[in-house]
């Protein structure tokens, strides 16, 4: 491969499911939530068209190298949905689950597995403005952004130790407040 490493991400959505059985100790569980009226579809897009895999292309082998910058933005499938212009007046909360780190998503397989390789997605216009990790899992965006610039990001793989392929996926979901 050249000392390069190839990145594909697959953002995907995901729910959570919470079960109960007959034959489990009885504990106290506090659930926070609120349910809503309508949605809004919402999907990633790069160069203006919808994605679920980017390619991120190649870092060097050097430990710590950035390959080239690749941007994103989660805009509504339909921006004149009703739905859409109702929740876009609300403050938005995007939480992110897979396999973070301290320093942003980590291969899940591949050459690139526990190699050090790891890919920076940095919310660009969320209210902190830091990387996706394990410790910044969850961002809040400010009400009209969704339809006026969408939630940008910007995705960069860092090198590793090894040269190889880079697989991972992450998954999110987007809230309403």
Do not use: H
Not at 34 to 48: H, I, L, M, R, T
């Amino acid at each position: 491969m050249g000392g390069g490493m190839k990145f594909n991400l697959n953002i995907v959505c995901f729910s959570v499911i919470l079960m109960a059985s007959s034959y489990l100790q009885a504990k106290d569980l506090k659930v926070n939530s609120s349910v809503y009226k309508s949605n809004c579809e919402v999907a990633f897009f790069q160069d203006g068209s919808p994605v679920t895999v980017v390619n991120i292309g190649t870092a060097t082998l050097n430990a710590g190298e950035k390959g080239p910058e690749v941007y994103i933005t989660m805009k509504p499938t339909d921006k004149y949905d009703k739905n859409c212009l109702e929740q876009s007046a609300r403050v938005t909360n995007m939480a992110w689950v897979g396999n973070l780190n301290t320093n942003g998503i980590m291969a899940q397989s591949g050459d690139m597995y526990r190699s050090g390789a790891y890919l920076e997605m940095i919310p660009l216009n969320d209210q902190k403005k830091k990387p996706v990790t394990n410790r910044n899992s969850n961002l809040v965006f400010d009400p009209d952004l969704l339809l006026l610039e969408g939630y940008q990001f910007k995705l960069q793989l860092v090198g590793g130790k090894v040269a190889g392929s880079f697989y991972s996926a992450i998954a999110w979901a987007v809230s309403w407040v």
